[in-house]
C-alpha cells in the first residue's frame, strides 16, 4: 500500500513539533535553533509537495524548489556563525547578537 496523503500530512506534523520543540529547548545554541528552525521549515516542504502531488500542480513543485533554495541559506548560515564560535573558542549565546556581527 503507497502512502496517501494523510500520511505525508502526520509525518510533517511530527516533523515540525520535533523542530519546536527542539528550537524551544535549544535557543541558546544559534546554530542548534537554526537546525531546529530548518526542521519546521522541511515540515512544510513535505506538506507542499504532497498537497502538489495530490491535486496534481506543477505550482506547488516551484515552491518546494524555491524552499529548498533557502532552506540552503539556513545551512549556510549555521555553518558560519559554527565558524565564528570555532573562531573565538567561546560559546556565543543567541541573545549576543553583537558578538555575531564582528
Request: net charge negative.
Amino acid at each position: 500500500m503507497p502512502p496517501d496523503l494523510s500520511h505525508f500530512a502526520i509525518f510533517s506534523g511530527i516533523v515540525f513539533v520535533l523542530g519546536a520543540s527542539g528550537y524551544i529547548l535549544k535557543r541558546d545554541n544559534p546554530v542548534a535553533a537554526l537546525m531546529m528552525v530548518q526542521l519546521m521549515f522541511l515540515s512544510g516542504i513535505v506538506s507542499v509537495a504532497a498537497f502538489a502531488t495530490a491535486l496534481n500542480d506543477a505550482s506547488g513543485y516551484a515552491l518546494v524548489a524555491l524552499a529548498a533554495i533557502a532552506g540552503a541559506g539556513h545551512a549556510v548560515a549555521a555553518f558560519f556563525i559554527h565558524v565564528a564560535v570555532k573562531e573565538n573558542k567561546e560559546a556565543i549565546a543567541a541573545e549576543e547578537e553583537d558578538a555575531l556581527l564582528g
